[in-house]
């Protein structure tokens, strides 16, 4: 773990160790008065999209589907039998997958010896295996959802997967003096589960701006924002980064974003899970990975109200990258310990 100091706040970089590189999470306050980087006159990154990816025959997570598939149990048995022959005994995870994907497809123990009832066809509940034994599918689009925070969050294919570190983001927010009331944006909302889950810690007066320029994402975050009951703090908003928010510049209190940041030569090195499968709209952020982030670092004071937050995940490499460019921006100095 590092520190940054800023004026007299500490500020916390938490060190993930999953499938993203190495991030950083980066908190600071709003520029002075002074500084005068304004987004409308900015022209965002050139969103990268994959036209490879497929959507899903049916998005709808596994687990809200109807169970109208009568199976027998040895059938049952002699799948799972099938399933689990696939998996080495050294990688315990994939036998943890196939249990869950059981509890997710049937309706009721699935070990029982009564018939079962599934929510998709036995061959269907097959192929969705192998694609991710054989095809490396993350398992998370293979059953529609990720359990995050204490959210069981809808994913599908074209939708960043949220990571476990990536819920502390919301614990920052939480530590914010009034962030209760205040309105905040997440940029680049994904799946939602940000947004729905700084949205059920608001008060009666606070709300959230989901926005992203997928329309994949858009339509999850919004199934997310449904299935928790939150329409009323939470406004989905399709575009890209700053341009759905003109109608509140200078009104959020904080600003929040997990960004493209990854550099584009590295996405091949990516772990076949991430690389070959999660949106690379949401991983590439260009050449050195910083296109998006300066992008985001120099619009922010046309949003933040004064007193105003922002929250960024980055490399670590990147903060001494984005450093010099902060504090011409917003007029202060920066160091930070490890």
């Not at 320029?213 to 339509?219: G, P």
């Not at 959020?252 to 997990?258: A, D, E, K, T, Y």
Request: net charge neutral.
């Amino acid at each position: 773990m590092a520190t940054l100091s800023l004026a007299s706040r500490p500020l916390t970089f938490l060190r993930p160790n999953r499938r993203k590189p190495p991030l950083h999470r980066l908190l600071l306050p709003k520029p002075l008065a002074t500084a005068t980087a304004t987004a409308s006159a900015l022209t965002p990154p050139t969103p990268r999209f994959d036209p490879t990816s497929t959507p899903d025959p049916d998005p709808t997570p596994l687990f809200l589907r109807p169970a109208t598939h009568q199976v027998p149990a040895a059938a049952l048995g002699a799948f799972r039998h099938r399933a689990a022959a696939l998996v080495p005994s050294s990688a315990p995870h994939l036998h943890r997958h196939l249990r869950w994907l059981l509890a997710d497809a049937a309706a009721g123990d699935p070990s029982s010896s009564e018939p079962a009832l599934l929510r998709v066809p036995l061959d269907e509940l097959e192929a969705m295996w192998q694609r991710h034994v054989r095809c490396r599918r993350p398992f998370q689009y293979v059953v529609g959802n990720e359990h995050w925070r204490d959210l069981v969050v809808a994913v599908r294919e074209g939708v960043l997967i949220p990571r476990p570190e990536t819920e502390a983001v919301v614990d920052m927010v939480r530590k914010v003096e009034g962030f209760a009331d205040g309105w905040w944006a997440d940029l680049g909302t994904g799946s939602g589960a940000i947004a729905v889950a700084v949205a059920r810690e608001l008060g009666p007066r606070g709300k959230v701006f989901a926005v992203d320029v997928s329309e994949v994402a858009v339509d999850v975050a919004r199934l997310n924002v449904q299935r928790y009951g939150v329409q009323d703090k939470v406004e989905i908003r399709h575009g890209s980064w700053f341009d759905p928010l003109e109608d509140v510049k200078g009104k959020l209190m904080g600003v929040i974003s997990n960004p493209p940041y990854i550099p584009t030569d590295d996405l091949p090195g990516l772990q076949p899970e991430v690389g070959w499968h999660e949106p690379k709209l949401a991983l590439d952020g260009g050449k050195d990975g910083l296109e998006h982030l300066l992008h985001l670092c120099e619009g922010l004071s046309s949003v933040l109200k004064p007193g105003g937050f922002f929250v960024l995940e980055v490399k670590k490499k990147q903060i001494n990258l984005l450093r010099p460019f902060i504090e011409v921006w917003y007029a202060f100095s920066a160091h930070m310990t490890a």
